[in-house]
Structure formats: C-alpha cells, structure tokens
C-alpha cells in the first residue's frame, strides 16, 4: 500500500508498505529517518517515542497505514536548523547520554512533559519517563537534563 | 523497495568543547545523538542492500540428521539460504578457545543456536522463508546442573568434556581453625547486558573479493581475526569499521551477526544489513555466567579474619566464550577487599546446555562479591559488631598481600569508602501524613499507604581488577596528527578502541588538549586501518587508549620541538606547548605553532601498554597475575512492603576512588549506570531457564530498572593517584555494579530479618509463598 503521512511539516510518501509494518519500520527503513530508536519493538523501552498528531505514542506498535493523512513529528524534528530545542541542549550539557540510544525517546517524552508541566516536580519527571528505559546513565542526570530544561524555559528566555 | 535516504556512515567526530583532563566537556557526539542523526550500526543503509536473518535451534540439545532448504529459496525476494556447507573458512570460533561453529553442523548445543541464514529483500521476506526451512532434529536430554559438569558427570558436550577451567587458589596453612565458623550457600542468577541497542551492522562485499564489515562491537581486531578465519580471507580483506554502539557493558564481545552478514554478502554481491530484535538479542549474545557459591569464613572473637575457604561455580553454557578469564577473575577475587591470611579457593567454569555466558560488567568479580559481603554480614552478627565496623578491621590497604601472592602497591582505600557511606546522612521515613505513595514500594499501584513496610539499611565494598590480565599482552595503538586547517591548529586522534557510550572519545579530546595545548580536535571513526586497540571491557580503555594517545601526544610534542628547533634556530631543550604557543623556558612565548607548522603535518602513530602481569601457577594459583585493583563501596536504604514482598530502594550511596578522574563528570554517569546495573541484579534482573530453555526474553518479561526503580545517589569520588597508571587513574566502569547488589540485598535482610541468599531477590523470597 501507499502512506501519505506530514512528518516533520513536511508532505512525505512511502510505497510499496506492508500491512505488518510499524510507524516506527517506515520511519526508519522507507524514509530515510532511522532517529526514532527501535530497543525493543514490543512498547516497552519508549526508544521509539514520537508525536502521532501532537500525542506522543510508540512508534513500533503504530501500524504505518494508520498514519495515512495524520502527522507525525520525530526527534528529528524538533530542533530548529542548527538550534537545538531547550530539552535537546540540557540532555547534552547536563550529561544525560552516554550511548545515546534511549536520548531521542526520551527526549520527545521530556519535550512533552514540559509542554504539559512547565515546572514538574521529581515524582512527575520520574512518572512521565517511566516508560523509558535507559541501561546507561542510572537516571541521575536525566532527571538533571529535565531539571535544566525546566528552568531554562521558565526563565523564558529561551522557551520557544 | 523504494527508499530516499542517504547513507548513514560513522564520520569523524568534529564537535570540539574546550576542556583538558580533569574538566568535563561536552561529549563530541553529544549534539548528533539528540538530534536522532547519531549513525548507529542498525541505522546503517546502503543502496541495493538486502536484509539478513538467522534460523535458530529451538532445542537446548539436540543432533541434527538433516537441512532441507528447497522450498525457503523458492520463495520470491530470497536471494539466498545458507548452511555450515557454505562456510568457506574455519567453522569455529571463539574468544578464547574457538569451539562455537559459525553454522551449527550435526548438533546444536543451545536453544538459539544459529542453524542457517536467509538473505531476502525484507525482514518479512526473511521471515517467511525461515519457515520454510526444514530441519530434522532428534531431540536429547540437556546438561544443565553446572555443579555435575564440573565433577565429570553428565553427557561431555565437548571433546574435552565439560570442565572449562578450575582455578585453584592455595594462600597461607590450609588447616588452619578458628573460634568463630560461619558457613554459607549462594546463588546469583543470570544477568543480561541488556544494551539498547540490538546486535546489528551491515556487510558489503568489496570489489577485490573482501568484505568491509560496519558494525557495533567492542572490540575490531578479535573480531576482524575471527571474521577473516571464518571467511578464510587473510586479515586486509576484512575491514571493520565501528558504527554507533547502542550500549555493550561485555555482551557485544563475542561476535554475533559479523560472520553471518558476510557470508550473505559474498554469497549475493549484494550488502546485508542485519538487526535482531530484541527476541533475537536474549539468544544472540553471552549473559552473566549464573553461580553457585559455597563459603565458610573463620575469624576470632574480635571479628578478624582467620581463613576464608570457597568453592565457586559458574556456568558458562554451552560455549567457552571468556569464560576461563571469569573463573580467573572470580577465583583471584573472590575473598574480596580484605586482609585474609589464609585461603582457600577453587572457581570452576563449565560447559551445560545453558545460554552462552561470557562477559558482563564486573566478570567474575560480581558473583563473589555477593557471596563475600553476605558471609561479612553474618560474620558481623556472629560476633555482635556492626556491619561497617567488622569489615574495616578486616580492609585491604595500600602493601595488602592478595590470596594470590600479589602486593597491592596503589592506594586500597576500603576502610575510608566504607566510613563515607557511612557518614552520609539518612533519607528521612516516608511516614508522616500525608504518605507519598508514589515513594512507596509499589508505587503508583497504591498497594500500601506504609502498613506492613519496614526500612533496611545495608553496606557492602568490592573490588575489581582493572585491564587484561594473567600475562596477556594488553596494549592499545593511538594515531595522533597535528597541522594548521583554515589557518587553525588542529588536531586529529585515531584509534580502533571502540566508543560504547562510555566517553572514551571525549577523553580522547581532552587528553590531546592537555597534552599539545591543541583546542580543535577531531576524533576519526575508529576502525581496523590503524593497529588494535584491544577491549571495550576490563574499565581498561581510559588507563590503556588514554595512555597510548599520552604517549602519542608526546612523540608528536618532540617532533614539533624538534620542527621549531630547525625552524627558528633554538634549543629543542625547554621547550613547551601552551594554548597553541611555543613557550621556551628560557625565552617565553616563541611563537604560534599555527607558524612554526605552516604547510608541515606531524603525524605520529604508537604502541603503548601497561605494566606486565604474570600467569597463576596452575596448582597454588600463586602469582602477580592483575594489573590494577579498583575499589568501591555501597550503603543502601531499602523500604521492604513485608506482606507483597515489594523493595523501593530509597537511597543508594556509593564512594570509589578512580585514582584521577579526567572526566568527573563521565566518572558520576559511569557510578550512577554501574550502581542502576547492581540494583537491577539484586531485585529483578534474571534470565530465567528451565531445561536450558529462555522462559522470559522480552523487556516485558525481563525487567531492567526504571526511572521509578532507580532512587537518588550521593556519591563521592576520590581520587589517589595509582603511580604506575596513566595521570593515575583508576578503572572506573565496573567497581560500582559489584558493591551495588550486595548492599542493596544486606538492607533487604536488615529489613525483614530474612536469610535471602540468592540474588536477585524476588517476592516471594520475602512472602515465603
Ligand atoms: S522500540 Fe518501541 S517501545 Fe521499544
Ligand atoms: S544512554 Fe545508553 S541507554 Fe540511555
């Protein structure tokens, strides 16, 4: 089948697509965007986490041609050209990767998170990325990462 | 199959923040890997590639009397099906010993074991042709009891039988006696590696007959000599180029798709790109070796150690892997950071029908760890002292004598670790109205407002060699190149030491700034054009590709000094780099090096190891056999539900010394993962079998800890300089997943006054249902 689908704000299409494939296969092997991360492939790492118009969802358990006319924004998405938004800086300088491999997933949860709680509590940090597994860091300086972004975009000077 | 993306390669690493040794910049692929555009090897994509999958044995132990693979290649998009018949080299391979064939021949050993490959134009594809193809087995009884294997019972799944390695360790009178007997039987599960990032890489046959292999491993070079012996390619036709590693922490040692890609490729001329999922993972790499451990420990009536006596066995499954090196470590460790006069110790690592067990973040040094600090604790009730106390007038210092011979000669500060986690103030008791439940053991799932919960405290150190041992010849090869670009000094460090997530390529950039006053430096993809630069394990690649790209900077220093003696007709004696100057001692700022390089390029590639260790004598496993200790210390605070058997680990504080932290900050995130792998062993991390068969490999069945699971860490660092080891530092990577899970056991004991000698420890281990 084909899949006409909005990523990123911009009109994409996938041919050729099997019933059985994922949002997450098509991102990943048909369009040429592989930054969404597939750990597990069964819901339960959160490496694959991206906005299905506006809600984030696991990629790997969306059918592609459920995203027929819908829109889909990927961790590729969300810094704007060279800019990283305010959650993608605070994950580096805060040191919240090491291999990387959960940072786009928890990235878009994060990113989430704070569009939702502007100023969210521990427990709601450790809540809302409850479902993301990371086997390197041990969390410390992911919940730091969100902890930086928080106040960088309550300062509002570099909220966008 | 359409398809618009680009290729994905590893390219140099050019993002650069300022910072030497002992600052903690950002990681140069730090920005790719939050922008998603970080090439990790199952992001690879080539034009014209075909997808690769692997048929695996679904019995633990079984003959094969056939293949039947007709009716797989008749199905459309195959491009081709392959058997141990088509492997043009050496069908074995192997860490240490090659026993493992690449395709199994007339008997697979366990369940997961590769039988066949498809090369097909879609996973799917793949998929369905695996179905259809036909393998007559007859079924046979596995060996699974890693306590008969060791002994010489059971069927020999090898030709040597199933006894991989015995250490033997004989220290001090072996009949001692003393006042005070305390005796023990644990039981440490199989832990898995579980990185993020499944096994995967792509193969693209070269044109002169070779094969260029991009992949995630931890090691290039045993995997490029391994590749090329399967292949039967000499060595400079099987080029490895490391792609963006998901995570390793040991379970990306062993090969797993490199040779099956290959073949596939030479096979098709076409290039195989292969990715497990996360099934396929749980079968496709080593685990901790499960154990069995057996101790008694002797003291006098103040507490001090008179003997330790151990037996320890580890299941290495049904392949050596590095299994001799666990039993080695596990052997030479296993009293643990203490002074013992006397011991007695034998470690055997066998062969069963089990998973393939190898190498996993504390190798060996975790099994005994937990069985050691549980005999410390009861040791401490038998002779009514408190937990820290009895283990400080037992700690190991600086001149300390091993049970190996081995004078520890760097600092062993167990004593201080242990009274700093003491020190640290305690997390207050979540019971004043109103309770937080979501602090709770159960959490969110609101199972108790505080009835039936009890707060443990538990202490445990640990201790863990650092680099190869046993007279390996551990070194590592570093290229460092220095010229002006744009009108800029820069400079460029290669190496084929694999970056796993660790930070290694962040050291890298610190270390040439410090060494050369060079700002801009730019990290080559590491790969097999530049001599080996050993493991990704051991915490060793800080201590030996640090000391390499060291030494590397300083033979490229005396070229520069020598190029500005010619140049500007001065002494090359006294000379200095500082901030992109020529400094004389003499004379001051001589000039920019930007001007004494001008179109010149130093370019200077070196060999650099550490200090040599020797091999254990085989009968008293006597001998110099480590090359650097490295030690860490846990206090966990545990709130235990008593009636669900629920633990919330409220606190975990850790202290280690790393000798010289380059990066402190990289040193807190390696603690934090080493600690979060700990805790994951000692209260839900377990590949369980049964009958040599996986019964949970899925993140839904195999759990590993959450954001929710993991509690706030004080942790502090000290830094005693190790005089034989580059800057001084110290192995960082691997101490703290070896105290972790003994602290957070002993807090669960304190808690509910239970005997728990197995880890992980699961509910109803604390329900007794
Ligand atoms: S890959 Fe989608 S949740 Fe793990
Ligand atoms: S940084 Fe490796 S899994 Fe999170």
């Given at each position: 089948?084909?899949?006409?689908v909005?990523?990123?704000?911009?009109?994409r299409?996938?041919?050729?697509v099997?019933?059985?494939?994922?949002l997450?296969y098509?991102?990943?092997?048909?369009?040429?965007?592989?930054?969404s991360?597939?750990?597990?492939?069964q819901?339960e790492?959160?490496?694959c986490?991206?906005?299905?118009?506006d809600?984030?969802?696991?990629?790997?358990?969306?059918?592609?041609?459920?995203?027929?006319?819908?829109?889909?924004?990927?961790?590729?998405?969300?810094a704007?050209?060279?800019?990283l938004d305010p959650?993608q800086?605070?994950?580096?300088?805060?040191?919240?990767?090491?291999?990387?491999?959960?940072?786009p997933?928890?990235?878009?949860?994060?990113h989430?998170?704070?569009?939702?709680?502007?100023?969210?509590?521990?427990?709601?940090?450790?809540?809302a990325?409850?479902g993301?597994?990371?086997?390197?860091?041990?969390?410390?300086?992911?919940?730091?990462?969100?902890?930086?972004?928080?106040?960088r975009?309550?300062?509002?000077?570099?909220?966008? | 199959?359409?398809?618009?993306?680009?290729?994905?390669?590893?390219?140099d690493?050019?993002?650069?923040?300022?910072?030497?040794?002992?600052a903690?910049?950002?990681?140069?692929?730090?920005n790719?890997?939050?922008?998603?555009?970080?090439?990790?090897a199952?992001?690879?994509?080539?034009?014209?590639?075909?997808?690769?999958?692997?048929l695996?044995?679904?019995?633990?132990?079984?003959?094969?009397?056939?293949?039947?693979?007709?009716?797989a290649?008749?199905?459309?998009?195959?491009y081709?099906v392959l058997?141990?018949?088509?492997?043009?080299?050496?069908?074995?391979?192997?860490?240490?010993?090659?026993?493992?064939?690449?395709?199994?021949?007339?008997v697979?050993?366990?369940?997961g074991?590769?039988v066949?490959?498809?090369?097909?134009?879609?996973p799917?594809?793949?998929?369905?042709?695996?179905?259809?193809i036909?393998?007559?087995?007859?079924?046979?009884?596995?060996?699974?009891?890693?306590?008969?294997?060791?002994?010489?019972?059971?069927?020999?799944l090898?030709?040597?039988?199933?006894?991989?390695?015995?250490?033997?360790?004989?220290?001090?009178?072996?009949?001692?006696t003393?006042?005070?007997?305390?005796?023990?039987?644990?039981?440490?599960?199989?832990?898995?590696?579980?990185?993020?990032g499944?096994?995967?890489?792509?193969?693209?046959?070269?044109?002169?007959?070779?094969?260029d292999?991009?992949?995630?491993?931890?090691?290039?070079?045993?995997?490029?000599?391994?590749?090329a012996?399967?292949?039967?390619?000499?060595l400079?036709?099987?080029?490895?180029?490391?792609s963006?590693?998901?995570?390793?922490?040991?379970?990306?040692?062993?090969?797993?798709m490199?040779?099956?890609?290959s073949?596939?490729?030479?096979?098709t001329?076409?290039p195989?790109?292969?990715?497990y999922?996360?099934?396929?993972?749980?079968?496709?790499?080593?685990?901790?070796?499960?154990?069995?451990?057996y101790y008694?420990?002797?003291?006098?009536r103040?507490?001090?150690?008179v003997?330790?006596?151990c037996?320890?066995?580890?299941?290495?499954?049904?392949y050596?892997?590095s299994?001799?090196?666990?039993?080695?470590n596990a052997?030479?460790?296993?009293?643990?950071?203490?002074?013992?006069?006397?011991?007695?110790v034998?470690?055997?690592?066998?062969y069963?029908?089990?998973?393939?067990?190898?190498a996993?973040?504390g190798?060996?040094?975790?099994?005994?760890?937990?069985?050691?600090?549980?005999?410390?604790?009861?040791?401490a009730?038998?002779?009514?002292?408190?937990?820290?106390?009895?283990?400080?007038?037992?700690?190991m210092?600086?001149?300390?004598?091993m049970?190996?011979?081995?004078?520890?000669?760097?600092?062993?500060?167990?004593a201080?670790?242990?009274?700093r986690?003491?020190?640290?103030?305690?997390?207050?008791?979540?019971?004043?109205?109103?309770v937080?439940?979501?602090?709770m053991?159960?959490?969110?799932?609101?199972?108790?407002?505080?009835?039936?919960?009890v707060?443990?405290?538990?202490?445990a150190?640990?201790?863990?060699?650092?680099?190869?041992?046993?007279?390996?010849?551990?070194?590592?090869?570093?290229?460092?190149?220095?010229?002006?670009?744009?009108?800029?000094?820069?400079?460029?460090?290669?190496?084929?030491?694999?970056?796993?997530?660790?930070?290694?390529?962040?050291?890298?950039q610190?270390?040439?700034?410090?060494e050369?006053?060079?700002?801009r430096?730019?990290?080559?993809p590491?790969?097999?054009?530049?001599g080996?630069?050993?493991?990704?394990?051991a915490?060793?690649?800080t201590?030996?590709?640090?000391?390499?790209?060291?030494?590397?900077?300083q033979?490229?220093?005396?070229?520069?000094?020598?190029?500005?003696?010619?140049k500007l007709?001065?002494d090359a004696?006294?000379?200095?780099?500082?901030?992109?100057?020529?400094?004389?001692?003499?004379?001051?700022?001589?000039?920019?090096?930007?001007?004494?390089?001008?179109?010149?390029?130093?370019?200077e590639t070196?060999?650099?190891?550490?200090?040599?260790?020797?091999?254990?004598?085989?009968?008293?496993?006597?001998?110099n056999?480590?090359?650097?200790?490295g030690?860490?210390?846990?206090?966990?605070?545990?709130?235990?539900?008593?009636e669900?058997?629920l633990?919330?680990v409220?606190?975990?504080?850790?202290?280690?010394?790393?000798?010289?932290?380059?990066?402190?900050e990289?040193?807190?995130?390696?603690?934090?993962?080493?600690?979060?792998?700990?805790?994951?062993?000692?209260?839900?991390?377990?590949i369980?079998?049964?009958?040599?068969?996986?019964?949970?490999?899925?993140?839904?069945?195999?759990?590993?800890?959450?954001v929710?699971?993991?509690?706030?860490?004080?942790i502090?660092?000290?830094?005693?300089?190790?005089p034989h080891?580059?800057?001084?530092?110290?192995?960082?990577?691997?101490?703290?997943?070896?105290?972790?899970?003994p602290?957070?056991?002993?807090?669960?004991r304190?808690?509910?006054?239970?005997a728990?000698?197995?880890?992980?420890?699961?509910?109803?281990?604390?329900?007794?249902?």
């Open positions: 089948m084909r899949v006409n909005t990523i990123n704000g911009d009109q299409q996938a041919d050729d099997w019933e059985g494939e994922s997450l098509m991102l990943r092997e048909r369009l040429g965007l592989p930054g991360k597939n750990a597990c492939e819901g790492c959160g490496s986490t991206v906005y299905l118009d809600v984030p969802v696991c990629a790997c358990l969306v059918a592609a041609g459920q995203c027929q006319g819908r829109e889909v924004r990927t961790v590729e998405g969300l704007a050209g060279d800019d959650v800086r605070s994950f580096v300088e805060a040191g919240a990767v090491q291999c990387g491999f959960c940072t997933g928890l990235v878009v949860a994060a989430d998170l704070l569009r939702r709680v502007p100023e969210p509590s521990d427990p709601e940090i450790r809540e990325l409850a993301n597994l990371c086997r390197c860091t041990g969390y410390e300086k992911i919940l730091d990462a969100v902890r930086l972004a928080a106040t975009q309550a300062s509002g000077a570099e909220a966008r | 199959m359409s398809k618009s993306a680009p290729v994905r390669t590893p390219t690493l050019t993002s650069s923040v300022a910072g030497g040794i002992g903690s910049p950002q990681r140069p692929d730090g790719l890997k939050v922008r998603g555009e970080f090439a990790y199952s992001d690879l994509w080539h034009e014209d590639m075909i997808w690769g999958a692997t695996r044995s679904p019995h633990p132990y079984a003959r094969i009397r056939s293949i039947d693979i007709t009716e290649l008749k199905v459309p998009g195959v081709a058997t141990h018949s088509d492997v043009p080299g050496k069908n074995l391979y192997g860490l240490e010993h090659p026993d493992q064939p690449v395709l199994a021949v007339d697979v050993r366990y369940q074991e590769p066949a490959l498809v090369g097909a134009d879609h799917e594809t793949a998929r369905r042709a695996m179905e259809r036909a393998v007559d087995y007859e079924v046979l009884e596995p060996v699974v009891d890693m306590e008969d294997a060791a002994h010489g019972r059971g069927t020999p090898h030709p040597g039988g199933n006894l991989v390695r015995h250490v033997p360790i004989r220290h001090g009178d072996q009949q001692v003393a006042e005070v007997v305390v005796t023990g039987e644990y039981e440490v599960g199989m832990q898995d590696q579980a990185f993020l499944p096994e995967s890489g792509l193969a693209v046959p070269g044109e002169d007959g070779g094969i292999l991009y992949v995630a491993t931890q090691w290039l070079h045993v995997d490029q000599k391994q590749v012996q399967a292949l039967g390619l000499p400079d036709k099987v080029r490895l180029t490391l963006g590693v998901g995570g390793a922490f040991g379970g990306r040692e062993d090969l797993s490199q040779v099956h890609a073949l596939l490729a030479l096979h001329g076409k195989v790109k292969m990715v999922n996360r099934l396929e993972s749980f079968y496709g790499h080593v685990h901790r070796h499960p154990a069995k451990l008694e420990h002797g003291a006098d103040d507490g001090r150690l003997y330790v006596k037996r320890i066995y580890l299941d290495g499954g049904a050596a892997s299994t001799p090196a666990v039993v080695a052997a030479t460790l296993g009293v643990g950071p203490y002074d013992v006069p006397n011991a007695t034998d470690c055997w690592g066998v069963t029908n089990n998973p393939p067990c190898g996993m973040r190798f060996g040094a975790v099994q005994a760890g937990f069985a050691y600090e549980s005999q410390m604790d009861k040791l009730a038998a002779v009514g002292l408190d937990p820290v106390e009895v283990r400080i007038r037992n700690a210092h600086e001149g300390s004598l049970p190996t011979g081995q004078v520890v000669d760097s600092a062993a500060p167990v201080e670790l242990l009274r986690v003491k020190d640290k103030p305690l997390p207050p008791v979540n019971r004043t109205e109103p937080d439940i979501r602090e053991p159960g959490g969110a799932s609101n199972t108790t407002h505080g009835e039936g919960v707060r443990g405290i538990g202490y150190v640990g201790i863990k060699n650092v680099c190869f041992s046993e007279g390996y010849d551990d070194f590592s090869t570093a290229r460092v190149r220095v010229q002006v670009i744009g009108g800029e000094l820069s400079a460029l460090a290669h190496t084929a030491a694999c970056e796993v997530g660790q930070g290694l390529v962040t050291i890298m610190q270390i040439v700034r410090t050369l006053g060079v700002e430096v730019t990290i080559a590491m790969d097999t054009t530049i080996n630069g050993g493991s990704t394990s915490s060793r690649q201590y030996v590709t640090g000391g390499a790209v060291r030494s590397a900077c033979t490229v220093r005396g070229r520069l000094f020598e190029l500005a003696a010619r007709g001065v004696v006294g000379l200095s780099l500082h901030g992109g100057k020529l400094v004389s001692d003499l004379h001051g700022v001589l000039a920019d090096l930007v001007d004494v390089l001008g179109d010149d390029v130093v370019d070196v060999e650099w190891r550490h200090r040599a260790t020797e091999s254990l004598d085989p009968v008293t496993g006597q001998g056999a480590h090359v650097q200790y030690f860490a210390a846990h206090r966990a605070v545990v709130d235990v539900d008593v669900l058997g633990v919330k409220v606190e975990l504080d850790c202290a280690q010394d790393v000798g010289k932290a380059l990066n402190p990289a040193v807190l995130g390696q603690i934090q993962g080493g600690s979060a792998q700990g805790l994951g062993l000692a209260v839900m991390e377990e369980q079998t049964s009958g040599g068969k996986i019964r949970n490999p899925s993140f839904t069945d195999y759990l590993i800890p959450t929710l699971d993991m509690p706030p860490m004080s502090d660092v000290l830094e005693l300089a190790d080891a580059p800057y001084g530092i110290r192995g960082v990577g691997e101490p703290p997943t070896i105290s972790s899970t602290a957070i056991v002993a807090a669960i304190a808690a509910t006054g239970l728990l000698t197995r880890a992980p420890v699961r509910p109803e281990h604390i329900t007794g249902t």
